[in-house]
């Protein structure tokens, strides 16, 4: 458990302390923000979530790797892909395995940006192609169903450097396929995400978020059955190393018993880097010091 917070102790402080860049990193961790990626760049990213208790017996025995894709394909229309990958016990233990996880596919479009308010839709398909017969994996893993969301997205601009987020969202889940056991009906639910950033400076993100989800049926799967009232808080901190490319790492807190039940807190840790498609990834020079500029997202008289 040491060596878990040492790694988590480290990954902040990279962030923190890595050299300054170009660029503003402008999204929380988990909740959604209505700003999307630029027209015609791409995002690839890359994210660590595991799961873990004080007492190491009780933590979660699951770690799941995600890298993502996202692509700006018009002013304020984004696609975005994830694959996940589920590391089912912990390494090292004799049965420890990997397995395929779901692969969501999700469409956001930012409909209003004005100065002060901005609101987006955001709809995702859960393709299950992730392990639907470990009834440990909570609905929002890997879990093999078949699932549908939908978020309405509302952001706040208080400043260019104070934003306040809103997502409402419901969830369907689908029915696992246990094999020879019965199959599972993993109720549907509905998630409230509230958020705060602030831009330290011009490369260093920080803020808060704090998600609610309540699902329609105490028994969320068939080894936690009474867990439906879930609050968690998230503190953020975001650091852009180089220009597009953003660091991040965080821990979320479990709030309510439902949820510290199953987790006390998860460990996220990842990157992302955005580019623009037609001039391809803006790598270093060799032996150069020169700052590459930054590229701005096109803003429409509406905006600031």
Request: aromatic share 12%; proline share 7%; hydrophobic share 40%.
């Amino acid at each position: 458990m040491n060596a878990r917070l040492s790694t988590f102790a480290l990954a902040t402080a990279v962030c923190l302390l890595s050299p300054t860049a170009w660029a503003k990193p402008y999204r929380a961790m988990v909740t959604r923000t209505a700003e999307t990626t630029r027209n015609g760049n791409l995002e690839l990213g890359l994210r660590y979530q595991g799961f873990f208790a004080l007492e190491s017996d009780k933590a979660l025995p699951y770690h799941q790797l995600s890298p993502s894709i996202r692509w700006g394909i018009f002013d304020n229309l984004e696609a975005n892909v994830y694959f996940e990958v589920l590391g089912l016990g912990n390494p090292g233990e004799d049965n420890f395995q990997l397995a395929f996880g779901d692969i969501p596919l999700g469409l956001q479009w930012t409909f209003f940006e004005s100065s002060p308010f901005a609101l987006a839709a955001y709809g995702r398909v859960v393709f299950p192609t992730g392990p639907s017969d470990q009834d440990v994996i909570p609905p929002e893993l890997s879990d093999g169903t078949w699932d549908f969301d939908g978020t309405l997205v509302g952001e706040l601009r208080v400043s260019k450097d104070l934003r306040f987020m809103l997502n409402a969202t419901y969830l369907h889940h689908g029915t696992r396929d246990r094999g020879a056991l019965p199959d599972f009906d993993v109720p549907d639910a509905v998630q409230l995400g509230v958020a705060g950033t602030y831009n330290i400076d011009n490369f260093t993100l920080v803020g808060l978020e704090v998600i609610g989800r309540r699902y329609f049926a105490n028994a969320i799967t068939p080894a936690w059955t009474n867990n439906a009232n879930q609050v968690e808080i998230i503190p953020v901190v975001r650091r852009e190393v180089y220009p597009g490319l953003v660091l991040e790492a965080v821990a979320g807190i479990a709030v309510t018993p439902d949820l510290s039940d199953i987790y006390q807190f998860r460990l996220l840790l990842g990157g992302t880097y955005e580019f623009d498609l037609a001039s391809g990834p803006n790598l270093p020079e060799k032996g150069s010091t020169k700052k590459p500029a930054p590229k701005k997202k096109p803003t429409s008289k509406s905006r600031r």
